[in-house]
Each structure stands twice: as C-alpha cells, then as structure tokens.
C-alpha cells in the first residue's frame, strides 16, 4: 500500500494566532494515524512561519513556505531568500502556484530557478503545474504541463528526487468559482506528468508523489484519490477548518484501504 499525502496551502487567509490553532487542532485529531501510511503537511502565510514551526510537531504535520527567492541575499525588495526560511526551520516550499505564475507572472525560467534553490538548501520541494483553461480548449495540456516540469527541473539531478513532489493544480479548477477536474481527467494528466519525471529522473521518479489540487472536496475525494497516478490531495478551503480535515482525511484514507 502506497503512502498517501494529505496538504493544504493557507494562501493570504488566518493570522498567526488562527493558523496555530488550527495547526495544533489538526494535530491532536489526527496523531492517532501512523505517519508511515500518510504524510501531512500546511503551508501557512509568512507572519504565521515562525510561530508555526515552534509550536507545531513536526513529526506530525510538515511546514513549508508558499514562495522563496532564488538568490540567498541582495536588493530584492519584498522577497524572502532561502537563508531565511532556514532560520525558520521549515520543511518545504512550494514553487510555481498558479496565483504565483498568473497574477505575479512568474516564468518558467525562475520557477526553475527557484526549485535549483530550494534544493540546493534542502528543502522538501514542491513544483506546482497547471494549464490554464484557454490551454486546455486548445487541446495543449499536455504540452504545457510538459514544458513546465521540463523547465522547472532544467540541469536537476536524479539524485534530488526524493526531495522533490509535483502537485497537478489545472488552474481553471481553483479558487471559489473553480471547476474540479473529472476523476478520469486527472488521472490522464497525472499520467503525463509522471511519464515526464521518467524521462527526466528515470527510476528515480517512482519516488516524487504527484498530488492533485483544485476544488478538492468531500464529494470527490475519494474517487480521485482510487486513481492510480495519483499520490494524495493538496487541498484548499476544503482543509481549512481542522474537523473537516480530519474528517475527509479519515474517510479518504478508509476508502482507499478499502479498494486496496
């Protein structure tokens, strides 16, 4: 049974007060499930880092940032370098969401060098990809996901693997008036990617989990989760109050061992 991973990314939502309550609700109610049959980490707005990371097990629950510079220092005003976060102690970053890439008009070329970054500190990894839906009327999905894992792991050695993850985020499906992807859908385009981080790693690549995330919720959770290209749930709104978290984790993880 393969370990299934289970996160959530806070964006510009709960102070630092909510986001360690929340933390430490998430916590308690799911420090009964072995973390050797699932992983579980929440990436918190940058106010609520520092409190989170001392305040949090994190045997429990991983901590990761939601961007980072690519330079370790200099005139970057309103960026945060990669020394940083290591003074924060954290888990992971996660690099390339949607909101980075097309509100902020991140390239390519600096997710790339962004994730070169991330590694070279050791840090847990996390690419985010994604179509936008005019790509995907075009019938260029494919070729977009590709090109964006292509680039994003330009001149990264097969040795990194295990400290990288790939979360499929197809951009038309986030956000409050998102539309989920049909279980069959993700699963083609998980498929995609994996095909790629193949070509890319070679049998390294059975290491990287490819999650998915987009307008992930109780009513589909478990369908996509059965998929078999796919690793586990990034989840958004859905994740944002402890209970129901827990309660979706629960349920997931259940039907899961169920059609195992």
């Given at each position: 049974m393969k370990k299934l991973y289970f996160g959530?990314?806070?964006?510009?939502?709960?102070?630092?007060?909510d986001t360690v309550s929340y933390l430490q609700e998430l916590a308690e109610l799911t420090?009964?499930?072995?973390?050797?049959?699932?992983?579980?980490?929440?990436?918190?707005?940058?106010?609520?880092?520092?409190?989170?990371?001392?305040?949090?097990?994190?045997?429990?629950?991983?901590?990761?940032?939601q961007n980072m510079c690519w330079e370790e220092q200099g005139q970057f005003t309103g960026e945060i370098s990669p020394l940083?976060?290591?003074?924060?102690?954290l888990d992971l970053v996660m690099i390339g969401h949607s909101e980075r890439r097309h509100v902020f008009r991140e390239t390519d070329i600096e997710e790339n060098k962004k994730v070169l970054a991330a590694l070279k500190h050791d840090f847990q990894t996390l690419l985010c990809v994604g179509e936008t839906l005019e790509e995907k009327e075009y019938g260029i999905s494919k070729e977009v996901l590709r090109k964006q894992l292509?680039?994003?792991?330009?001149?990264?050695?097969?040795?990194?693997?295990?400290?990288?993850?790939?979360?499929?985020?197809?951009?038309?499906?986030?956000?409050?008036?998102?539309?989920?992807?049909?279980?069959?859908?993700?699963?083609?385009?998980?498929?995609?990617?994996?095909?790629?981080?193949?070509e890319l790693f070679g049998e390294n690549s059975?290491?990287?989990?490819?999650?998915?995330?987009?307008?992930?919720n109780?009513?589909?959770?478990?369908?996509l989760i059965t998929k078999e290209s796919v690793d586990g749930l990034f989840i958004g709104r859905a994740a944002w109050?402890?209970?129901?978290?827990?309660?979706?984790?629960?349920?997931?993880?259940?039907?899961?061992?169920?059609q195992e």
């Open positions: 959530s990314n806070l964006k510009m939502y709960k102070n630092r007060k420090k009964d499930i072995s973390r050797e049959e699932f992983h579980l980490f929440i990436i918190p707005s940058y106010t609520s880092l520092e409190a989170a990371s001392e305040q949090i097990d994190r045997n429990l629950i991983q901590i990761g940032a940083m976060l290591k003074e924060m102690n292509i680039v994003g792991f330009h001149n990264v050695s097969p040795v990194y693997a295990k400290k990288i993850w790939v979360a499929y985020e197809p951009v038309w499906s986030i956000g409050v008036n998102g539309i989920p992807a049909s279980p069959d859908y993700a699963e083609e385009m998980h498929k995609v990617i994996k095909e790629c981080l193949y059975n290491e990287i989990p490819v999650l998915y995330g987009g307008s992930v109780a009513s589909n959770a478990n369908e109050d402890a209970e129901k978290f827990n309660s979706l984790i629960r349920d997931v993880r259940r039907n899961y061992n169920n």
